[in-house]
């Protein structure tokens, strides 16, 4: 199929904080089979005393881990990927053998390479490419749902003419297409789906397609960008750059879009009358996420989605609740030292610039960050609930990008933040966004310091992005209800 593939799935009292009853989002069919964590990473796991209710010998049977740190060269584009990722099953008390539910994958050498015809009529793979995603299960079907579409998403890049030459486009259409074939498929999603997260590096260029609430964080060096090597940037902040944001009613564009299709968006206090219906009650994510505003239907009292674009979740789509991607482009520079993918579960208590710094400081072995940060979210839950979601971290760390030399893949961006078409691929991209807008385009971000700014403006998905913007990525594009 022109990629080397390695997907990676994992097996493994609701509260009011994102999903309610049936709707708890998480990793794979079954129950656990973790690798052997290797003795130098066993501090980083609960000892007895802090592991809440689970034991050592339990919190191990629910931990799930890549087989050590992978390492992908890029020689194209003339450095190398390290990679690894861990994922805990969520406890639940009230269910005690709740599958994990998210999955990732993760695929080297991934896509077709340029004119290239391999033995037999083939495509050759690509060596200088790497797809990995990290999906976020929900509902009485989610292990199904999310690993559907870690299986199915791959595959529909590649069948898809317009990857080769404009990946954002095909990124956009391809969580669609898997939408589609989820629907037809014998899985029941009429109240269930996934997130998608997926990351494709290209050479020195970054794709970032998201759909939902999972979430995608580059870690960069403070002013090590440029011609400046990271190395010698040593002991500098690493800032967090928001990478996805969010698809929740607390964007002003998802709720106002999702009303439009009809929803009625309220909390739980609001739909049990102990807050005034007739108005949004909420602020942000950081004060209110405890009681999130929902997605409910005019008449009904279902499906009441934290969310609003997911893959699946048929019933939902009534009301707005869409599979369209959004995808960022960034032309990764020295500077750019790792990435994280994670599952909501992470980011619940853990803000990005946390996950950054905890990161940063462990970044020598991508295993041990993505270890260490799952076990990290682990005990923030405890400390403020009863039970704690899946949690999945996928760390991708940078090494030797080169100075000098523009990326053979990017886009320039002028200062206003318009795409100065650094390939006609590009610029075709842009205008096709451009063409297939079904709806007022979404507000534009200022663009800020960095290799690129804004691609495009509207979309079916709301755009193609080139992305520079630093911090934890609130208030999003589209804004924060006040």
Not at 122 to 143: C, K, Q, Y
Not at 307 to 329: C, H, K, N, Q, Y
Not at 399 to 415: E, K, L, Q, R, W
Request: aromatic residues 6%; proline residues 8%; charged residues 20%.
């Amino acid at each position: 199929m022109g990629c080397a593939p390695s997907g990676l799935a994992l097996t493994g009292a609701p509260s009011r904080r994102r999903k309610p009853d049936g709707r708890g989002g998480d990793c794979g069919p079954g129950g656990g089979g973790s690798f052997d964590i290797p003795d130098a990473l066993a501090h980083l796991l609960p000892t007895e005393a802090e592991g809440g209710p689970l034991s050592p010998e339990a919190f191990r049977a629910r931990l799930l881990s890549s087989a050590g740190t992978q390492t992908v060269a890029l020689p194209g584009a003339g450095f190398s990927v390290r990679y690894a990722f861990a994922s805990l099953r969520g406890y639940y008390p009230e269910a005690l053998n709740k599958p994990n539910q998210d999955a990732v994958c993760a695929h080297a050498a991934f896509g077709r390479a340029a004119g290239g015809g391999g033995q037999g009529g083939h495509a050759a793979a690509d060596p200088g490419s790497l797809l990995v995603g990290v999906f976020d299960g929900h509902g009485s079907t989610g292990a199904a749902c999310a690993q559907f579409a870690m299986a199915a998403l791959p595959a529909a890049l590649l069948s898809d003419a317009l990857f080769p030459t404009m990946p954002e486009l095909a990124l956009r259409d391809a969580t669609g297409s898997v939408n589609a074939a989820l629907h037809a498929s014998g899985v029941d999603d009429s109240m269930s789906g996934t997130t998608a997260l997926v990351a494709h590096l290209r050479g020195r260029r970054l794709y970032v397609a998201n759909v939902g609430d999972s979430r995608a964080v580059l870690g960069t060096v403070r002013g090590g960008g440029g011609d400046a090597p990271s190395s010698s940037k040593a002991g500098a902040p690493v800032d967090a750059v928001a990478m996805s944001w969010d698809h929740t009613p607390f964007r002003k564009d998802e709720y106002e879009r999702v009303k439009r299709a009809g929803a009625r968006v309220l909390t739980l206090d609001q739909m049990e009358g102990l807050k005034d219906a007739s108005a949004p009650c909420w602020t942000d994510e950081d004060t209110d996420s405890a009681d999130p505003p929902r997605l409910w239907m005019p008449d009904a009292l279902y499906p009441g989605t934290a969310f609003t674009r997911s893959i699946g979740d048929a019933a939902a789509e009534r009301i707005g609740v869409i599979p369209d991607a959004e995808v960022r482009v960034r032309g990764l520079a020295p500077g750019d030292r790792f990435l994280i993918l994670a599952s909501d579960g992470v980011w619940e208590f853990i803000s990005n610039q946390e996950a950054v710094d905890y990161v940063a400081a462990r970044s020598a072995d991508p295993q041990a960050a993505a270890l260490g940060l799952v076990v990290e979210a682990y005990r923030r839950w405890l400390a403020n609930e009863t039970r704690t979601d899946d949690i999945t971290a996928l760390v991708l760390c940078f090494d030797g990008i080169p100075t000098g030399g523009p990326d053979p893949f990017a886009v320039s961006a002028g200062p206003d933040g318009e795409v100065d078409a650094g390939s006609a691929a590009a610029a075709a991209a842009a205008a096709a966004c451009a063409r297939t807008s079904m709806g007022p385009p979404r507000p534009a971000t200022p663009a800020e310091d960095g290799p690129l700014g804004r691609v495009g403006g509207g979309g079916r998905s709301g755009g193609v992005e080139a992305s520079a913007s630093a911090g934890d990525g609130r208030p999003p594009p589209g804004g924060a209800l006040k």
